[in-house]
Nanobody, 115 residues
Framework: QVQLVESGGGLVQAGGSLRLSCAAS????????MGWYRQAPGKQRELVAS???????MVVDSLKGRFTVSRDNAENTVYLQMNSLKPEDTAVYYC?????????WGQGTQVTVSS
C-alpha cells in the first residue's frame, strides 16, 4: 500500500501559477505510473498528466504548454506545475499511483482560479 498526500493548492488569480506536490508514504521507485487528475463541480474526474517510473511524461493536449508533470523518486514526490491558470482550471486535483494494476488515490487539493 501507499498513502498519497497532495499539497500546494489554493486560491490564485487568473494568469497565476501553482505547483502541486504529491508526497508518497514510501518509495515510488517501483510504481509504474503516477498521475494527476482533476474534478470540477458537477463534472467527472479527468486525467491531467502522468509520469512513468522511467520519467516519461504525458500532459493532455488541452493543457500542454501550461502544465508540466515531474517525478522525484529520491523524494518520493510527484509535482504538477501549473502556469497561466484560467478560471476553468478550478477543480479538486488528485494524485494517483498505479502499481501493478492497483490504483491508489490521494485525498485531493482544491485549486480555485479567480477571474
Amino acid at each position: 500500500q501507499v498513502q498519497l498526500v497532495e499539497s500546494g493548492g489554493g486560491l490564485v488569480q487568473a494568469g497565476g501559477s501553482l505547483r502541486l506536490s504529491c508526497a508518497a508514504s514510501r518509495s515510488i521507485f517501483s510504481i509504474n505510473s503516477m498521475g494527476w487528475y482533476r474534478q470540477a463541480p458537477g463534472k467527472q474526474r479527468e486525467l491531467v498528466a502522468s509520469v512513468t517510473g522511467g520519467g516519461s511524461t504525458m500532459v493532455v493536449d488541452s493543457l500542454k504548454g501550461r502544465f508540466t508533470v515531474s517525478r522525484d523518486n529520491a523524494e518520493n514526490t510527484v509535482y504538477l506545475q501549473m502556469n497561466s491558470l484560467k478560471p476553468e482550471d478550478t477543480a479538486v486535483y488528485y494524485c494517483a499511483a498505479n502499481e501493478f494494476g492497483f490504483v491508489y488515490w490521494g485525498q485531493g487539493t482544491q485549486v480555485t482560479v479567480s477571474s
